[in-house]
Nanobody, 121 residues
Framework: QVQLVESGGGLVQPGGSLRLSCEAT????????MGWYRQAPGNEREWVAD???????GYADSAKGRFTISRDNAKNAIYLEMSSLKPEDTAVYYC???????????????WGQGTQVTVSS
């Protein structure tokens, strides 16, 4: 069994900051790319940022300059530091990981359960 467990969401005022965390747990052999996505009400899920095992990062235009993704390979964890938050950043944020499992061939894509981020005064 593999799980992605997210934490760190909440209510924050415009201009504020939040730090999201996601840890992959279970019978994991290797974790490859990991990333963050978000989905606002009435919208499709959209990519926010991702990071390779070697630390190469990518950001959506909406996240550049305000969000920073980082990774702890020893913990199979990623983080998203969000600053200068805007009301339009309000969404459920999902963690995603491509990984292989112990004793099972192939690479699989997993999603976390999501954590709510609300930016409002």
């Amino acid at each position: 069994q593999v799980q992605l467990v997210e934490s760190g969401g909440g209510l924050v005022q415009p201009g504020g900051s939040l730090r999201l965390s996601c840890e992959a747990t279970g019978s994991i052999a290797s974790v490859y790319g990991m990333g963050w996505y978000r989905q606002a009400p009435g919208n499709e899920r959209e990519w926010v940022a991702d990071i390779s095992p070697g630390g190469r990062t990518g950001y959506a235009d909406s996240a550049k300059g305000r969000f920073t993704i980082s990774r702890d390979n020893a913990k199979n964890a990623i983080y998203l530091e969000m600053s200068s938050l805007k009301p339009e950043d309000t969404a459920v944020y999902y963690c995603n990981a491509a990984l292989s499992r112990v004793g099972i061939s192939g690479t699989y894509n997993y999603w976390g359960q999501g954590t709510q981020v609300t930016v409002s005064s």
